[in-house]
């Protein structure tokens, strides 16, 4: 959305995917069915030849397999059904996969949008469906529970492999927030997703354009900093607490914000400068017209408050969670840097 920056399954999530990982390997097995999160299995995915279309900045796709050497996210190369997704079905899947994607993290940045890309990426892999596997052996797919798969098999949303990601358990690889905080982090931040199969063989542009449909419709999701890794967040719901950084991928609720007009707000409460100081802290406030409440985007990352008319900004640059954030001049840099959804 265009005006400001917007805004479980929790730290067994955030356990699982700290990613402490074993041996590579290749992937996984699935059936066929609507594109929800969690749907129940039974109409099945039919071919349909698609274009793939590249909104405006977004790299050229890859071919071939995930990188020599590197650990694969996903081995087919079509995706977990083996075949293109309908219309209907890719615009159906799009905006589950773009809520679980901005949840994790990806930042919706310019001129290219990580947060597109993975959700896209999602589509292609699952279909948007969380609890969906691929089973390598036979080339089959079906649903968890159980895993019927005597070998190695994807999982979930971003077709997480089972082997080469055995720090991923499968109660988290289909659990649809901690698949997605799982695969951010196997993404580096969006730094590479050349481990996903359906990236690679470059199908995923196929849904490109229902992924940024789905991305433009977000109210909700997190703010990621230009800093790689740290996104916007509170310690605890209250009014007067100020506003922290945090390392995203946490499936932690306290870093989803909406944006509403030009209000970043959480429940009843808002972002606010809590003065017009050159320096001055950026805290919760109860939700009203103050100017103090206003965030204006300027189209690059920054967002300048309307009374301090100064930029939010991550003090120093620092990665470590917890600092607080405050305003600062609006320059160009990373540190000043919050994209929206």
Do not use: K
């Amino acid at each position: 959305m265009a005006s400001i920056a917007r805004a479980t399954v929790g730290f067994l999530c955030a356990a699982a995917i700290a990613i402490a990982v074993t041996p590579a390997g290749t992937a996984a097995t699935r059936a066929r069915g609507p594109a929800m999160a969690g749907a129940h299995p039974g109409t099945r995915l039919t071919a349909d030849r698609r274009t793939g279309s590249r909104p405006p900045g977004t790299p050229p796709p890859r071919t071939g397999r995930p990188r020599a050497g590197g650990r694969p996210a996903s081995v087919n190369p079509r995706g977990a059904f083996g075949s293109l997704l309908s219309a209907a079905q890719a615009a159906a899947a799009a905006p589950v996969c773009a809520r679980y994607a901005t949840a994790a993290g990806w930042a919706n940045s310019a001129p290219v949008s990580t947060l597109v890309t993975a959700a896209a990426i999602c589509v292609a892999e699952s279909g948007g469906q969380a609890t969906v596997y691929y089973c390598s052996p036979t080339g089959q797919d079906g649903y968890y529970p159980p895993v019927n798969c005597a070998g190695v098999y994807d999982r979930g949303l971003w077709q997480l492999d089972s082997q080469a990601w055995t720090s991923i358990p499968d109660t988290c690889a289909f659990a649809p927030r901690c698949n997605a905080d799982g695969a951010y982090t196997i993404s580096r931040g969006g730094q590479s997703f050349t481990p996903w199969a359906t990236y690679t063989s470059g199908i995923y542009t196929t849904y490109l354009a229902d992924a940024q449909t789905a991305v433009d419709a977000l109210g909700t999701g997190t703010v990621p900093s230009g800093i790689l890794g740290v996104c916007l967040s509170r310690p605890r719901y209250a009014a007067g607490v100020a506003a922290i950084t945090a390392g995203c991928a946490s499936g932690a609720a306290r870093q989803q914000w909406h944006v509403a007009g030009t209000s970043i707000r959480d429940g009843s409460l808002c972002l606010a400068a809590a003065s017009a100081a050159r320096a001055a802290p950026v805290v919760l406030r109860p939700c009203g017209r103050s100017p103090a409440q206003q965030w204006v985007a300027l189209g690059d990352g920054r967002l300048r408050n309307a009374r301090a008319g100064r930029c939010l900004r991550d003090p120093g640059g620092s990665v470590a969670a917890g600092t607080p954030v405050n305003v600062g001049s609006c320059r160009a840099v990373r540190s000043r840097l919050w994209w929206l959804p």
